[in-house]
């Protein structure tokens, strides 16, 4: 069964910072494109980061490029999304996915909450 | 890059059918035809329902479809049933440099 699993969320302080990760199981790992999608309380998806198979080509949203790193480690079969200077309009529950056929994003992991609050 | 337009909500009786609109540009909707549809349950994980237009991963039922005509994509309910009810979006790809846009999202009711 494919399986993705989020972990590392939390409460953080403005301009802190924080990692989240996502562990995949279930299929072959470092043959697929992944992303982030978040979705802050009440409001809908926002599509935040995607990176290749080897972690050589990377995109971000425009709120997050230069605050946020996308990374992998194919080793470990584990997706990561550094997060700094983190904002209060980054609270949301972020979710991993993987890029599956046709560029749909399937299947997702349960998400992660991140709060930024003072 | 703003987010796809959709409507807030579209409701429907049971069995009946119901379409939700999704409006882009030339420069996501109308030049590539990678959009997908998500399904989303109150408290869940989104979901895949329609990937490359009107493509149905294996387990969506057929009531599922999904078309393009122009910058605008849709997703068509047949059949509505109960469990139907939920939050709908689509996904874009831009080929920009943020390469990916969801839509604003889609409240359905069952009455």
């Known amino acids: 069964e494919v399986q993705l699993v989020e972990s590392g969320g939390g409460l953080v302080q403005p301009g802190g910072s924080l990692r989240v990760s996502c562990e995949a199981s279930?299929?072959?790992?470092?043959?697929?494109?992944m992303t982030w999608v978040r979705q802050a309380p009440g409001k809908g998806l926002e599509w935040v980061a995607i990176?290749?198979?080897?972690?050589?080509?990377?995109f971000y949203v425009d709120s997050v490029r230069g605050r946020f790193t996308i990374s992998r480690d194919n080793a470990k079969n584990s997706l990561y999304l550094q997060m700094n200077n983190l904002r209060a309009e980054d609270t949301a529950a972020y979710y991993c996915?993987?890029?599956?056929?046709?560029?749909?994003?399937?299947?997702w992991g349960q998400g992660t909450q991140v709060t930024v609050s003072s | 890059q703003s987010a796809l337009t959709q409507p807030a909500s579209v409701s429907g009786s049971p069995g009946q059918s119901i379409t939700i609109s999704c409006s882009g540009t030339?420069?996501?909707?109308?030049?590539?035809?990678?959009v997908s549809w998500y399904q989303q349950h109150p408290g869940k994980a989104p979901k895949l329902i329609i990937y490359?237009?009107?493509s149905r991963p294996s387990g969506v039922p057929d009531r599922f479809s999904g078309s393009k005509s122009g910058n605008t994509a849709s997703l068509t309910i047949s059949g509505l049933q109960a469990e139907d009810e939920a939050d709908y979006y689509c996904?874009?790809?831009?080929?920009?440099?943020?390469?990916?846009?969801f839509g604003t999202g889609t409240q359905v009711t069952v009455l």
């Open positions: 996915a993987k890029q599956s056929v046709g560029a749909g994003f399937d299947p």
């Open positions: 279930g299929f072959t790992f470092s043959d697929y494109w």
């Open positions: 990176i290749n198979q080897d972690g050589s080509q990377k």
């Open positions: 030339s420069s996501d909707i109308g030049g590539y035809n990678f």
């Open positions: 490359e237009v009107s």
């Open positions: 996904n874009s790809y831009t080929g920009r440099s943020s390469p990916y846009v």
